[in-house]
């Protein structure tokens, strides 16, 4: 099994450039989440979502959007990019009733210059 | 809401004494309570959980937790500490109710031969 596969490894943008991280997994897991990992403040939430067409904002969601039109897949936009989005993202899925919590992709290292 | 707190940075130890890394949680409802370790430049990866049950639970690697309700505590434990687990450390919570995991800021766990 492949996992939670993420997409690109990494990448460097300008400031006000877009772009989607793409983010799959194979296990059909229902639950899919995005991540961001600042120095020093953990995981923050961007968006989640609990099956295909629904998704519900995080703690912090501002500059992002997601979609989830399929159960694998659960990208993430970025418009307009900022400094401030540098960061790793991470993405993660889960089954409900699993008991072994998320299973996370390797992550995708963004710098916005 | 729920909430994690890891107060402490980073821990040094040395090897083959015993570890402990500190968390606290706070949670509406009973918790399901995670840890995970991250390496460098990879993705997150499950150690060990409490749902239900016996308050000390084992994981991966030796790890050990114990769950204490009436300090709302979580605290990651392993007898005898080796160099290799060296990393960074997450503790995680979620509400019964909820549909996502709340992180901690993270622990950097240094152990010296």
């Known amino acids: 099994n492949a996992g939670v596969t993420q997409t690109p490894k990494f990448r460097i943008l300008k400031i006000g450039q877009s772009m989607t991280l793409q983010c799959a997994q194979d296990?059909?897991?229902?639950?899919m989440y995005w991540y961001r990992q600042d120095p020093g403040m953990g995981l923050k939430l961007i968006y989640y979502s609990v099956g295909a067409g629904i998704t519900d904002k995080g703690e912090v969601p501002n500059g992002y959007n997601v979609s989830r039109s399929t159960t694998e897949d659960f990208p993430l936009r970025l418009e307009l990019a900022a400094p401030s989005q540098t960061s790793v993202y991470f993405c993660a899925s889960w089954a409900a009733g699993d008991l072994y919590g998320y299973t996370f992709g390797s992550g995708t290292r963004l710098t916005v210059v | 809401a729920q909430s994690v707190a890891q107060p402490e940075d980073q821990v040094n130890v040395a090897e083959g004494n015993p570890l402990t890394v500190k968390c606290t949680y706070s949670v509406s409802g009973n918790p399901y309570l995670f840890w995970y370790v991250q390496y460098p430049n990879r993705g997150l990866q499950f150690l060990l959980k409490y749902i239900t049950g016996d308050n000390l639970v084992k994981g991966s690697y030796g790890f050990e937790a114990e769950f204490n309700k009436s300090q709302t505590s979580f605290h990651l434990k392993k007898p005898s500490a080796l160099v290799s687990d060296s990393a960074l450390y997450f503790c995680a919570v979620r509400g019964p109710l909820n549909n996502d995991m709340r992180f901690g800021a993270g622990t950097r766990l240094t152990v010296k031969p």
């Open positions: 296990m059909n897991h229902n639950y």
